[in-house]
């Protein structure tokens, strides 16, 4: 098969290290442009001031030697043709760990809801740390005129360790509060009416609005002022969980693209959530509920090269294995590079014993291929699972500022551990599709737009939505007629069984648990039995019938649990089979694999489709085996060597059968044609 369609930019694989200023520079800044040259790292991120060896916001003259030793190395770099950027580690600061300002820095630092005070950690709106802060982040792009300047995701509001989580309420804050809502409230009456519990009130919004606000503002002096000194430097951005940043009012594309200035050039390095070693399947559960979710706020060319947070690295914290199939596992992301945190921050430069290096090298061939297929993240197919960087604004407060993290985000996490290809998507307006309405997110639509999106669509819900449409008087969208929270184990409930008539896996009256694992159960009754099909019964431990279980309508199913977290119950095969097949009969352009854990991702490039597939499990599986409605004629898979080879496949209906082996934790990806395309 012919390839014609033009190569992307070489897929950049960014080395993050930090250099200590001892009598062992040119020893560790020798073996590191080694050890770029042999395992063919790009970039290097160079850290100054970072971890073990920060000292607070570092005076220009206690710089000076970081300085100096930066230079030395991006100079040997260079000469071999890596790409130096440089990070700071912190801006506000993360946390104070027993830090203190110097003599001359009067900064006005973060306080928490209780008036506790950090002693190093800056407020965003101290004026005094932002002139310190110009004027030293100026000093290093001036000296070491970096490709790109790292701003660190210290730069937010909240999780800053020495406070109590969320927000800045110094008095220049409650000042600011108080001008805008023209209100003469304390700090205790803020706190009390933004995270009061029930309905969003406004000085929430407020609250929201000013945080949102604050952090722009404060990134556009940085980015105009840095770009005084270089025009054409590039400043990237780290990011942690959405539901977080949801919480300060971040607007992903407006706060990148402040940061890029002139340039246009957007750079996210988005979180990998496994600081430790875990299962693939519960890390894999995260990625989507966070790296996939904050992807998907940021426009197709942002460029996103995520980070694998190794932090003290060691083989027993996490293996080579296991970082290998963060890397792999990231390919869904539409990847420019990756960015690792393989070696600690202590001194001892890149330690070639622990392996990491020897799998980023034997990837980069597969990342390269994949990258060359110039997808676009935008092109995703699937389950619309909706998702609002407002949803802070929208959600209803219980138990304090902690319950204001959204779990409308792990909605995603659930859809790819089922099996299902899906797309998370910040519009409200669907037609024909199939749209996950799960959790907290019911609380992004308007009634009207409820309305709308149940008469054009297809629509999983679950117990939890489907209790709050029938609080704000939608229920009988479903045909609820009443309907009862039960909280897990709190009455004899005991299981679910298939009714007459629905198989699984060939048998009758398939089982699975109603214990605390499957979540609160919401117990319904509708007011027509004949306008929805039952299909499922629950049942207490002497067998008596208890409630309806899942129940499809003409254009929904419900789940009648609480899904706003993860619960493994949830993943039993007669749950998940009875989603899968409402999937399957109502969405179109989808694929969907024979088991959980293996999560298909499907990009729609026009005139072809690309298709990664990730198994999560630790099983290797022979064959590849999968439901979809796509229609193809030849299948390419991208070998992990980067080439390009024709696969053999049987298809019956819309059940194909990929004879291709697919390893635990490891992925595959192939380009699916029509017989009329040659080109890949």
Same mark, same amino acid.
């Given at each position: 098969?012919?390839?014609?369609?033009?190569?992307?930019?070489?897929?950049?694989q960014?080395?993050?290290?930090?250099?200590?200023?001892?009598?062992?520079?040119?020893?560790?800044?020798?073996?590191?442009t080694?050890?770029?040259k042999?395992?063919?790292?790009t970039?290097?991120?160079?850290?100054?001031?970072?971890?073990?060896?920060?000292?607070?916001?570092?005076?220009?003259?206690?710089a000076?030697p970081?300085?100096?030793?930066?230079?030395?190395a991006?100079?040997e770099?260079?000469?071999?043709g890596?790409?130096?950027?440089?990070?700071?580690w912190?801006?506000?600061?993360?946390l104070?760990?027993q830090?203190k300002?110097?003599?001359?820095?009067?900064?006005?630092?973060?306080?928490?809801?209780?008036?506790?005070?950090?002693?190093?950690?800056?407020?965003?709106?101290?004026l005094e740390?932002?002139?310190?802060y110009i004027?030293?982040?100026?000093?290093?792009?001036?000296e070491?005129?970096?490709?790109v300047?790292?701003?660190?995701?210290?730069?937010?509001?909240?999780?800053?360790?020495d406070?109590?989580?969320?927000?800045?309420?110094?008095d220049?804050?409650?000042?600011?509060?108080?001008?805008?809502?023209k209100?003469?409230?304390?700090?205790?009456?803020?706190v009390?009416?933004?995270?009061?519990?029930?309905?969003?009130?406004?000085?929430r919004?407020?609250?929201?609005?000013?945080s949102r606000?604050?952090?722009?503002?404060?990134?556009?002096?940085?980015?105009?002022?840095?770009?005084?000194?270089?025009?054409?430097?590039?400043?990237?951005?780290?990011?942690?969980?959405?539901?977080?940043?949801?919480?300060?009012?971040?607007?992903?594309?407006?706060?990148?693209?402040?940061f890029?200035?002139?340039?246009?050039?957007?750079?996210n390095?988005?979180?990998?959530?496994?600081y430790?070693e875990?299962?693939?399947?519960?890390?894999?559960?995260?990625?989507?509920?966070?790296?996939?979710?904050?992807?998907?706020f940021?426009?197709?060319?942002t460029?996103?090269?995520?980070?694998t947070?190794?932090g003290?690295?060691n083989?027993?914290?996490?293996?080579?294995?296991?970082m290998?199939?963060?890397?792999?596992?990231?390919?869904?992301?539409?990847?420019?590079?990756?960015?690792?945190?393989?070696?600690?921050?202590?001194?001892n430069?890149?330690?070639?014993?622990?392996?990491?290096?020897?799998?980023?090298?034997?990837?980069?061939p597969?990342?390269?291929?994949?990258?060359?297929?110039g997808i676009?993240?935008?092109?995703l197919?699937?389950?619309?699972?909706?998702?609002? $960087?407002?949803?802070?604004?929208?959600?209803?407060?219980s +138990?304090?500022? #902690?319950g204001? !993290? *959204?779990?409308?985000?792990?909605? %995603?996490?659930?859809?790819?551990?089922?099996?299902?290809s899906?797309?998370?998507?910040?519009?409200?307006?669907?037609?024909?599709?199939?749209v996950?309405?799960?959790?907290?997110?019911?609380?992004?639509?308007?009634d009207?737009?409820?309305i709308?999106?149940?008469?054009?669509?297809?629509?999983?819900?679950?117990?939890?939505?489907a209790?709050?449409?029938?609080?704000?008087?939608?229920?009988?969208?479903?045909?609820?007629?009443?309907?009862?929270?039960i909280?897990?184990?709190?009455?004899?409930?005991?299981y $679910?069984?298939?009714?007459?008539?629905?198989?699984?896996? +060939?048998?009758? #009256?398939?089982? !699975? *648990?109603?214990?605390?694992n499957? %979540?609160?159960?919401?117990?319904i009754?509708y007011?027509?039995?004949n306008l929805?099909?039952?299909?499922?019964a629950t049942?207490d431990?002497?067998?008596?019938?208890?409630?309806?279980?899942i129940?499809e309508g003409k254009?929904?199913?419900?789940?009648?649990?609480?899904?706003r977290?993860r619960?493994?119950?949830?993943?039993?095969?007669?749950?998940?089979?009875?989603?899968i097949?409402?999937?399957?009969?109502h969405?179109?352009?989808?694929?969907?694999?024979d088991?959980?854990?293996?999560?298909?991702y499907l990009?729609d490039?026009?005139?072809?489709?690309?298709?990664t597939?990730?198994?999560?499990n630790?099983?290797?599986?022979?064959?590849?085996?999968?439901?979809?409605?796509?229609?193809?004629?030849?299948?390419?898979?991208?070998?992990?060597?980067?080439?390009?080879?024709?696969?053999?496949?049987?298809?019956?209906?819309n059940?194909?059968?990929?004879?291709?082996p697919?390893?635990?934790?490891s992925t595959v990806?192939f380009?699916?044609?029509?017989?009329?395309?040659e080109?890949?």
């Open positions: 098969m012919r390839t014609a369609k033009p190569k992307n930019k070489k897929f950049r960014c080395l993050r290290l930090q250099i200590i200023c001892d009598d062992r520079v040119d020893e560790i800044i020798g073996e590191l080694k050890h770029c042999k395992y063919g790292f970039d290097v991120m160079l850290m100054i001031n970072a971890e073990e060896f920060n000292v607070g916001h570092i005076e220009i003259e206690k000076v970081w300085v100096e030793t930066l230079n030395k991006k100079r770099l260079e000469k071999i890596v790409v130096v950027s440089v990070n700071n912190m801006e506000m600061g993360h104070d760990r830090r300002l110097s003599s001359t820095q009067h900064f006005t630092t973060m306080v928490d809801k209780n008036g506790k005070k950090c002693s190093v950690v800056a407020c965003p709106l101290s740390w932002r002139k310190y004027g030293y982040a100026s000093y290093l792009v001036r070491l005129s970096p490709d300047f790292w701003i660190e995701d210290d730069f937010r509001y909240h999780n800053h360790g406070l109590e989580w969320g927000g800045c309420f110094c220049e804050h409650i000042a600011s509060f108080n001008k805008i809502a209100k003469n409230y304390s700090r205790e009456e803020w009390e009416k933004i995270f009061k519990d029930g309905e969003p009130t406004e000085e919004k407020i609250w929201l609005d000013f606000k604050s952090l722009t503002d404060t990134a556009k002096i940085i980015s105009e002022s840095l770009r005084e000194i270089n025009p054409d430097l590039k400043i990237g951005l780290m990011s942690s969980s959405p539901d977080m940043h949801a919480m300060e009012g971040r607007r992903w594309d407006e706060l990148l693209s402040v890029a200035g002139d340039t246009n050039v957007k750079i390095r988005i979180h990998l959530p496994c430790y875990t299962t693939g399947k519960d890390y894999f559960f995260d990625f989507n509920a966070i790296s996939m979710a904050v992807r998907a940021c426009t197709d060319d460029v996103v090269m995520p980070e947070e190794n003290s690295a083989f027993y914290r996490k293996s080579p294995e296991m290998r199939f963060q890397i792999e596992s990231s390919i869904p992301l539409v990847l420019s590079g990756m960015t690792y945190s393989i070696y600690d921050f202590v001194g430069g890149v330690v070639e014993n622990l392996g990491y290096a020897r799998e980023i090298k034997k990837l980069t597969y990342l390269q291929a994949v990258t060359d297929l676009k993240f935008s092109s197919t699937g389950v619309i699972v909706p998702i609002d $960087e407002k949803c802070a604004y929208n959600t209803p407060l +138990g304090g500022i #902690r204001l !993290a *959204s779990n409308e985000f792990k909605v %995603g996490g659930y859809m790819s551990a089922q099996g299902v899906y797309r998370y998507d910040t519009k409200k307006k669907y037609d024909g599709e199939t996950a309405l799960i959790g907290d997110s019911v609380y992004d639509f308007t009207d737009e409820i709308r999106l149940f008469a054009r669509n297809s629509v999983i819900v679950d117990g939890y939505a209790s709050v449409l029938t609080e704000r008087g939608l229920g009988k969208i479903l045909n609820i007629e009443k309907i009862e929270f909280k897990a184990e709190s009455t004899p409930l005991s $679910e069984e298939a009714e007459k008539g629905v198989k699984i896996y +060939g048998k009758d #009256r398939f089982r !699975a *648990s109603c214990r605390e499957a %979540g609160d159960y919401y117990k009754e007011s027509d039995e929805i099909k039952r299909l499922t049942y431990y002497e067998t008596n019938f208890f409630g309806n279980g129940t254009n929904f199913l419900l789940i009648p649990f609480d899904m977290n619960r493994y119950g949830q993943f039993s095969e007669l749950r998940r089979k009875l989603l097949d409402f999937i399957g009969k969405t179109e352009k989808y694929v969907i694999a088991c959980a854990g293996v999560s298909p990009y490039r026009g005139e072809d489709f690309v298709l597939v990730v198994n999560a630790m099983d290797n599986f022979a064959t590849l085996k999968i439901k979809t409605d796509i229609v193809f004629s030849d299948l390419y898979e991208i070998t992990k060597g980067g080439a390009t080879k024709k696969r053999d496949f049987k298809k019956n209906g059940e194909v059968e990929i004879k291709t697919i390893k635990g934790m990806t380009v699916m044609k029509s017989r009329q395309e080109t890949l």
